[in-house]
T-cell receptor, first 107, second 113 residues
Framework: DQQVKQNSPSLSVQEGRISILNCDYT??????FLWYKKYPAEGPTFLIS?????DKNEDGRFTVFLNKSAKHLSLHIVPSQPGDSAVYFC??????FGTGTSLTVIP | ETGVTQTPRHLVMGMTNKKSLKCEQH?????MYWYKQSAKKPLELMFV???????ENNSVPSRFSPECPNSSHLFLHLHTLQPEDSALYLC????????????FGPGTRLTVL
């Protein structure tokens, strides 16, 4: 059974606006979460992470929020840029991945 | 070469063939992994090697056989595969084994006819 879920397969956002990508998990034992970004014909690359002792982690335009009680995390990209167009994967405890959300940023 | 490389990038094979996928990491990492990504499914962890020792085999059929001769190289030997094994096979490495960021190769797109 899938323990990490990304329920939105795709998302389109205008350049300069905020992109919000969501991820839900079912296993309360998960305590470390990562976001990866994947361009076509390339492997996923690490973007940002958060441990369960925090509820927010920020790195430049990227912020990850963690809501442990809801077993939910989200990735915010502000402002969105066309180069952010990629597939974004949420992962928990290093090995449990979601199916990905394809983000398109429209110039 | 830098990062994690995989060869071949594309592979088409029949069900009776034997082939091997190769992964090489140039990052000095100690752990290496094989993942399978099928269409509309999450990445599935197949095998984990930590300091050349296999520490995880995620209920993978025996027609997939991993080999890790040293901490920089990882192989996936394939034999008598099924059409449902067609997928993107990704190799990754990390410095350690716990709470680590993984570095992925570009993947091998495998098609089994």
């Amino acid at each position: 059974d899938q323990q990490v879920k990304q329920n939105s397969p795709s998302l389109s956002v205008q350049e300069g606006r905020i992109s919000i990508l969501n991820c839900d998990y079912t296993n309360s034992m998960f305590d470390y979460f990562l976001w990866y970004k994947k361009y076509p014909a390339e492997g996923p690359t690490f973007l940002i992470s958060i441990s369960s002792i925090k509820d927010k982690n920020e790195d430049g335009r990227f912020t990850v929020f963690l809501n442990k009680s809801a077993k939910h995390l989200s990735l915010h990209i502000v402002p969105s840029q066309p180069g952010d167009s990629a597939v974004y994967f949420c992962a928990a405890n290093q090995f449990y991945f979601g199916t990905g959300t394809s983000l398109t940023v429209i110039p | 070469e830098t990062g994690v490389t995989q060869t071949p990038r594309h592979l088409v094979m029949g069900m009776t063939n034997k082939k091997s996928l190769k992964c090489e990491q140039h990052l000095g990492h100690n752990a290496m992994y094989w993942y399978k990504q099928s269409a509309k499914k999450p990445l599935e962890l197949m095998f984990v090697y930590n300091f050349k020792e296999q520490t995880e085999n995620n209920s993978v059929p025996s027609r997939f056989s991993p080999e890790c001769p040293n901490s920089s190289h990882l192989f996936l030997h394939l034999h008598t595969l099924q059409p449902e094994d067609s997928a993107l096979y990704l190799c990754a490495s990390s410095q350690g084994f716990e709470w680590e960021t993984q570095y992925f190769g570009p993947g091998t797109r495998l098609t089994v006819l």
